[in-house]
């Protein structure tokens, strides 16, 4: 999607109104996404197994609770307050090692990344649960590639 900042207006979303997504055994909570930003950016919590994009840079923001991230081949642990970047085609993912609930704040760039969550969540609510070569299907066709760490 090309970024159209002239098209741009202020935007503020409740923690209540976030879209809420359930796949891959995630809940990922869209809190700004393409529609309100012209395709500049999407902003989302999250936790995923480890993986790349083809097209995203991801960055992120602890902001309560202990994390260990894995990226450039090794886990580090992190905690509230600290950042980290994942640029696009590194092999990352992240893990709560603390004994209460995290949170961190997501980004991507370029947006539409929630249009992944969208198609996966439709697969992941079927009954009986999701089709497993489906869901790999889906995350391909977002350029979003799950490996081994």
């Keep these: 999607?090309?970024?159209k900042a002239s098209?741009?207006?202020?935007?503020?979303?409740?923690?209540?109104?976030?879209?809420v997504i359930h796949a891959y055994g995630d809940e990922v909570r869209i809190h700004l996404g393409t529609t309100l930003n012209g395709?500049?950016?999407?902003m989302f919590t999250d936790i995923a197994p480890p993986h790349y994009h083809d097209a995203e840079h991801e960055?992120?923001?602890i902001l309560k609770g202990r994390m260990s991230f894995f990226t450039a081949g090794k886990w580090t642990e992190i905690s509230t307050g600290a950042a980290l970047f994942a640029p696009r085609r590194s092999v990352h993912t992240f893990q709560n090692i603390g004994d209460t609930p995290s949170q961190m704040l997501v980004h991507n760039s370029p947006s539409g990344f929630e249009s992944f969550f969208s198609a996966a969540a439709a697969e992941f609510s079927q009954p009986g649960g999701p089709d497993r070569r489906r869901a790999t299907q889906i995350a391909g066709e977002h350029g979003?590639?799950?490996?081994?760490s």
């Design 59 to 61: 960055w992120f923001y």
């Design 39 to 42: 395709g500049a950016f999407t």
């Design 1 to 3: 999607m090309k970024f």
């Design 144 to 148: 979003i590639h799950f490996v081994q």
């Design 7 to 19: 098209h741009l207006h202020p935007a503020i979303v409740p923690a209540d109104a976030a879209e």
